[in-house]
């Protein structure tokens, strides 16, 4: 259901809610503001299109999301991404990409798949959100330090080029730059002022320190594109060309997965703190239209920002009207003092994004994985992260996953078991019927687990490898909770190999969805009705009606 009237069934709109939401929104519009731009500067756009993006973004979001206090915005997720289309094929391109995105997020919530973050595994997220906080920490090094450009293709390339000039490094840029990022670390530290985001701090420090001192070779937002329009945007249409449409359909599925993730982690996050219960498909809806729109305004991918949505919480809030306050905060610093935007130096915003990334890689939470997490999710941890730092973040989530995959079914093979039941296990049955044991030529097995692809080698060697072929043999299915179309062809082709080698093969217990299954197969039903019973018991009469009882007990040779 949509947020918004979800918060207004519950009363959430009453006047002594208006303060608390205000007040958070206010809060959050002022952390969003040095955030928005230099996310948008660090993934080649500029700043004003940050700002255009967290309101566009955030108050459709706000509107249509499945989240009553969910914020959205850019986000130091989609830096590593966005860099490299903007790189690629321009601004322009990533309008475009982002746009499609937006209409494969849409088509995600209406199919109602919101439940993908359930199949992303812990390490794998775990490992691309740090390679991702490694990327931003390296990728800020020309602005903090006042560096020239430097080339590279990949990220390794970078790092030694960057490392190779790091010598060049501006002294002005670097003072300017550490006084920044100390603000932001410390000012939460300082009585009459913690509850002040340092990121604000910051930025209008070296802002003001940079008017007054101006010095020479400092970088700032007018120096490096001019400042920042005063107003919002006109609504205009990009290039939808074909040609242009294809080119970008790979980029955009990167970029609508990652939000995709993202966005329903911080509703997960938003529901923990809150005590609120998010709809994870009514979020992809309401994100799907914001990226749909947000590019048709000079803005480009957005997403649920965890760090803003946590604020905004914190600060009271309990209604989307927090998040469309935010959204107006926004807009008034454009319309009043964007002018004042083009003293902000660089070296401010790297600062800013040197907290950002080291907040989003969660070294210690990395750490802790590597050092307690089980070994086959330590590799899997780890080849992610490599794989997002020097590969490909797309690479690196989908080789993480199948890993995972693998991993998860060689596990869940290891617990499919095929054993045959001793006397003791059948003594309830067998007195039934009057005896004490199984006669000789009558055996009986139990599988205990899914019979799916990985798990028909068990089986077989368990089936087919008998010493002593008996006359009829019962399989009992009542622990099997699934069958694929592999484990039922195993199934066919063990009874039909068996009873070449003139055993009688019974099946029996079946749950009603196997049942159907072996019906289709033709293993059990009208077409083999001397094949399957429903009950173990009826299965049992009518094999010891076709063996002889007075032959010694069969002792297995296992």
């Given at each position: 259901?949509?947020?918004?009237?979800?918060?207004?069934?519950?009363?959430?709109?009453?006047?002594?809610?208006?303060?608390?939401?205000?007040?958070?929104?206010?809060?959050?519009?002022?952390?969003?503001?040095?955030?928005?731009?230099?996310?948008?500067?660090?993934?080649?756009?500029?700043?004003?299109?940050?700002?255009?993006?967290?309101?566009?973004?955030?108050?459709?979001?706000?509107?249509?999301?499945?989240?009553?206090?969910?914020?959205?915005?850019?986000?130091?997720?989609?830096?590593?991404?966005?860099?490299?289309?903007?790189?690629?094929?321009?601004?322009?391109?990533?309008?475009?990409?982002?746009?499609?995105?937006?209409?494969?997020?849409?088509?995600?919530?209406?199919?109602?798949m919101g439940g993908v973050i359930k199949f992303i595994p812990a390490p794998v997220i775990r490992g691309f959100t740090a390679g991702i906080g490694v990327i931003i920490f390296v990728g800020q090094w020309p602005d903090f330090f006042g560096l020239p450009k430097v080339g590279g293709e990949h990220f390794h390339e970078k790092l030694w080029h960057l490392v190779q000039v790091l010598p060049k490094a501006h002294v002005g840029t670097t003072a300017l730059a550490i006084l920044s990022l100390a603000l932001v670390l410390f000012t939460p530290r300082i009585p009459g002022v913690r509850r002040v985001p340092g990121p604000l701090v910051a930025m209008v420090a070296a802002t003001v320190l940079h008017a007054l001192l101006q010095p020479a070779g400092v970088a700032t937002i007018g120096s490096a594109f001019g400042g920042i329009p005063t107003g919002l945007p006109a609504l205009t249409l990009p290039d939808l060309s074909i040609s242009q449409v294809v080119s970008l359909v790979g980029?955009?599925?990167?970029?609508?997965?990652?939000?995709?993730?993202?966005?329903?982690?911080?509703?997960?996050?938003?529901?923990?703190?809150?005590?609120?219960?998010?709809?994870?498909?009514?979020?992809?809806?309401?994100?799907?239209?914001?990226?749909?729109?947000?590019?048709?305004?000079?803005?480009?991918?957005?997403?649920?920002?965890?760090?803003?949505?946590?604020?905004?919480?914190?600060?009271?809030?309990?209604?989307?009207?927090?998040?469309?306050?935010?959204?107006?905060?926004?807009?008034?610093?454009?319309?009043?003092?964007?002018?004042?935007?083009?003293?902000?130096?660089?070296?401010?915003?790297?600062?800013?994004?040197?907290?950002?990334?080291?907040?989003?890689?969660?070294?210690?939470?990395?750490?802790?994985?590597?050092?307690?997490?089980?070994?086959?999710?330590?590799?899997?941890?780890?080849?992610?992260?490599?794989?997002?730092?020097?590969?490909?973040?797309?690479?690196?989530?989908?080789?993480?996953?199948?890993?995972?995959?693998?991993?998860?079914?060689?596990?869940?093979?290891?617990?499919?078991?095929?054993?045959?039941?001793?006397?003791?296990?059948?003594?309830?049955?067998?007195?039934?019927?009057?005896?004490?044991?199984?006669?000789?030529?009558?055996?009986?097995?139990?599988?205990?687990?899914?019979?799916?692809?990985?798990?028909?080698?068990?089986?077989?060697?368990?089936?087919?490898?008998?010493?002593?072929?008996?006359?009829?043999?019962?399989?009992?299915?009542?622990?099997?909770?699934?069958?694929?179309?592999?484990?039922?062809?195993?199934?066919?082709?063990?009874?039909?190999?068996?009873?070449?080698?003139?055993?009688?093969?019974?099946?029996?217990?079946?749950?009603?969805?196997?049942?159907?299954?072996?019906?289709?197969?033709?293993?059990?039903?009208?077409?083999?009705?001397?094949?399957?019973?429903?009950?173990?018991?009826?299965?049992?009469?009518?094999?010891?009606?076709?063996?002889?009882?007075?032959?010694?007990?069969?002792?297995?040779?296992?």
């Open positions: 259901m949509i947020a918004l009237l979800e918060a207004r069934r519950a009363g959430l709109y009453a006047r002594d809610q208006w303060m608390p939401n205000i007040v958070a929104g206010v809060i959050v519009g002022v952390v969003a503001l040095p955030l928005a731009m230099a996310f948008a500067i660090a993934s080649g756009a500029r700043p004003e299109q940050g700002l255009y993006t967290a309101i566009v973004g955030g108050a459709l979001v706000s509107l249509l999301g499945g989240s009553r206090v969910q914020i959205a915005g850019p986000t130091g997720a989609f830096i590593a991404i966005l860099a490299g289309i903007t790189a690629k094929y321009g601004i322009a391109g990533l309008q475009v990409a982002t746009l499609i995105a937006g209409v494969m997020l849409l088509a995600m919530g209406l199919a109602r980029p955009a599925f990167t970029i609508a997965m990652l939000g995709a993730i993202e966005s329903l982690l911080s509703a997960v996050v938003a529901d923990g703190m809150s005590g609120t219960r998010h709809d994870s498909n009514q979020e992809l809806v309401g994100q799907g239209i914001a990226n749909i729109a947000a590019p048709l305004f000079g803005g480009f991918a957005a997403t649920g920002a965890i760090a803003r949505t946590a604020t905004n919480i914190r600060n009271g809030a309990t209604s989307p009207l927090a998040g469309l306050i935010h959204v107006l905060t926004l807009v008034a610093v454009l319309i009043f003092l964007a002018p004042l935007a083009a003293s902000i130096p660089l070296a401010a915003l790297a600062a800013i994004l040197f907290v950002v990334a080291w907040n989003m890689s969660e070294a210690r939470h990395f750490v802790h994985m590597l050092r307690t997490a089980p070994s086959a999710d330590r590799v899997i941890l780890v080849i992610t992260f490599l794989l997002t730092v020097f590969a490909d973040l797309v690479v690196a989530v989908n080789v993480g996953v199948i890993l995972a995959i693998l991993h998860f079914l060689r596990r869940m093979t290891e617990t499919v078991e095929v054993r045959p039941a001793h006397a003791q296990d059948l003594q309830a049955e067998l007195k039934q019927h009057g005896i004490e044991r199984l006669p000789q030529s009558l055996m009986v097995y139990e599988i205990d687990g899914p019979m799916f692809f990985g798990a028909v080698e068990n089986f077989e060697r368990a089936l087919l490898q008998i010493h002593a072929d008996p006359k009829v043999l019962i399989i009992r299915l009542r622990r099997v909770p699934f069958m694929d179309i592999t484990g039922i062809q195993t199934l066919e082709e063990a009874i039909g190999t068996l009873r070449r080698r003139g055993v009688e093969v019974w099946l029996c217990e079946a749950n009603a969805r196997v049942l159907g299954k072996l019906r289709k197969a033709h293993l059990a039903g009208n077409s083999s009705p001397d094949q399957y019973a429903n009950r173990f018991d009826d299965t049992l009469r009518a094999a010891l009606a076709r063996v002889p009882v007075d032959q010694p007990a069969h002792r297995p040779p296992w």
